[in-house]
Nanobody
C-alpha cells in the first residue's frame, strides 16, 4: 500500500512558477512509476506528466511540454512537478499518482492504483 501527499500548490500570477511535491510512504517507492494529473472545474481529469521508476523516461502532455518538468528523488520518496511560465488555463487541482510494476511511463488514469488527495493551483491573469 502506498500513500501519497501533494503539496506546493497555491495562487500565482500568469508567467510565474510553482513546484509541486508528492511525498510517498512505503519502502518500495523507488520501484513505482509516477504521474501527475490535473482536473479543472467542470472538466475531466487529464494527464500532465509521467516518469519511470528509474527516472530514465519522462513524458508530457503537449499542453505543458517545455514548461513543466517532472522529476523524482527516490532517496526522499518524493516526486516533483516544476511548473514554469504558468498560464490561467493551468488552473486545476493537481494529483500525483503511483503504480506498482513496470519501468515505463504511463499516461492513462486507469494505469495508476494509488492517488493523492490533490493540491489546488490557481493562475491569475
Amino acid at each position: 500500500q502506498v500513500q501519497l501527499v501533494e503539496s506546493g500548490g497555491g495562487l500565482v500570477q500568469a508567467g510565474g512558477s510553482l513546484r509541486l511535491s508528492c511525498a510517498a510512504s512505503g519502502r518500495t517507492f523507488s520501484s513505482y512509476p509516477m504521474g501527475w494529473f490535473r482536473q479543472a472545474p467542470g472538466k475531466e481529469r487529464e494527464f500532465v506528466a509521467a516518469i519511470s521508476w528509474s527516472a530514465t523516461r519522462t513524458h508530457y502532455a503537449d499542453s505543458v511540454k517545455g514548461r513543466f518538468t517532472i522529476s523524482r528523488d527516490n532517496a526522499k520518496n518524493t516526486a516533483y512537478l516544476q511548473m514554469n511560465s504558468l498560464k490561467p488555463e493551468d488552473t486545476a487541482v493537481y494529483y500525483c499518482a503511483a503504480r506498482s510494476g513496470g519501468n515505463y511511463v504511463y499516461i492513462s488514469i486507469s494505469e495508476y492504483a494509488y492517488w493523492g488527495q490533490g493540491t489546488q493551483v490557481t493562475v491569475s491573469s
